[in-house]
C-alpha cells in the first residue's frame, strides 16, 4: 500500500510542477531584456562661408595691332563692331613708297655684291676661306670689309621687305574689331595713331580682387556665382580658375589678389568687356 501512494504522490506534483508553468508562461510570459531607448539624433545644418568682391568683366584673347612705319592709310577693310576671321586682312598702307625704297636697296645690294666679286678675284681668292690663303693683314681688312658691306646690304633688304610685308595688318585671332583709331583711308598715320583693337568674345571672364586677409580661404576650383549691374534679375553660375600670383594694390591702400572665374558661354555676345559685377565665392 505504501508503494501505492508514494508512486502516485509523485506523479500528482509533477503534473501540478507542469501545470504552474504553463499558467506562469501564459499570464507573465518570458521574461525579457529591455530595450535600450533610442538615441537622441541632431539635424544640423552645414555652413556655408562665401567670400565676396567686386570686379568686371575681362577677355583673355586680345589683339592690339599697330603699323611699324608710318605712311598713308590706304584701304580699310572693315568696320567697328564687325566679326573679324582669324588671318583676315584688316588694312593696309600706301605701299608705292616702300616698294620703290626696297628697289632702292635692292640695287645697293647689287652693287656690294659686285665689289664683293671683284675683290675676291683681285686677291684671287675664289670663294676660299681667308684663313687657308696666303694674304697680308692690309689685304685680308680689304676683303674682311668687302664681306662686312655685302652683308650688310643682304639686312638692309630683308628690312625693307620686312616693313613693306608689315605694311598690311592680319588680324592673328577670331573675334569682334572692338575699336580703330583712325578707320577713314587717305590718312597719314603714325605707328601710334592708328591703332586696332580685336577681342574674342568667345574668351571672356570675370576677374575679381580679394583682399589679403581672405584669400587664403579661396581656391582653383571652388563654385562661385557672379551678378553683373547689366543684369540684375540674373546669377551667372562659375568656377574659379586661376589665382594671381603677385598682389596689387587697392583703391583704399590695401593689398589683394586678382582672381579669375569662369562665365557660361557668351552666346550672341551677352557678355561685353568692361559690365561691372559682384562675384561670391563659396569656400565651404
Known amino acids: 500500500m505504501k508503494r501505492f501512494w508514494r508512486k502516485p504522490s509523485r506523479i500528482v506534483l509533477i503534473i501540478l510542477a507542469i501545470i504552474l508553468i504553463f499558467l506562469g508562461l501564459r499570464f507573465f510570459g518570458p521574461l525579457k531584456p529591455e530595450k535600450p531607448a533610442p538615441p537622441e539624433v541632431s539635424v544640423v545644418q552645414p555652413e556655408i562661408n562665401t567670400v565676396s568682391a567686386s570686379g568686371k568683366v575681362e577677355a583673355k584673347d586680345v589683339a592690339n ?6 605712311g598713308q592709310l590706304a584701304w580699310v577693310g572693315i568696320k567697328e563692331g564687325e566679326t573679324v576671321k582669324k588671318w583676315q586682312t584688316i588694312a593696309s598702307l600706301d605701299k608705292r613708297e616702300l616698294e620703290k625704297d626696297l628697289k632702292k636697296k635692292l640695287l645697293a645690294y647689287m652693287n656690294e ?33 668687302a664681306q662686312f658691306d655685302l652683308d650688310s646690304a643682304v639686312l638692309d633688304v630683308e628690312i625693307k621687305d620686312l616693313t613693306n610685308k608689315l605694311a598690311t595688318l592680319v588680324s592673328p585671332i577670331e573675334g569682334i ?30 576677374k575679381t580682387s580679394v583682399d589679403e586677409a581672405d584669400i587664403s580661404k579661396v581656391q582653383v576650383g571652388q563654385e562661385a556665382k557672379v551678378t553683373l549691374d547689366s543684369y540684375p534679375d540674373e546669377v551667372f553660375g562659375g568656377k574659379v580658375q586661376r589665382i594671381d600670383f603677385v598682389a596689387s594694390p587697392t583703391a583704399g591702400g590695401g593689398t589683394a589678389f586678382g582672381v579669375v ?9 551677352k557678355f561685353k568687356v568692361g559690365m561691372n559685377g559682384d562675384a561670391e565665392i563659396s569656400v565651404k
Do not use: M
Open 65 to 70: 595691332l599697330t603699323f611699324q612705319t608710318s
Open 113 to 145: 655684291r659686285w665689289d664683293f666679286e671683284q675683290s675676291q678675284d683681285d686677291y684671287n681668292v675664289e670663294g676660299r676661306q681667308l684663313e687657308k690663303v696666303i694674304l697680308s693683314d692690309a689685304e685680308k681688312r680689304i676683303l674682311e670689309k
Open 177 to 206: 574689331l572692338a575699336h580703330i583709331d583712325t578707320p577713314i583711308a587717305g590718312v597719314n598715320i603714325t605707328p601710334a595713331t592708328a591703332n586696332f583693337t580685336i577681342i574674342d568674345p568667345a574668351s571672356v571672364y570675370f
Open 261 to 269: 572665374i569662369s562665365l557660361p558661354e557668351n552666346t550672341n555676345f
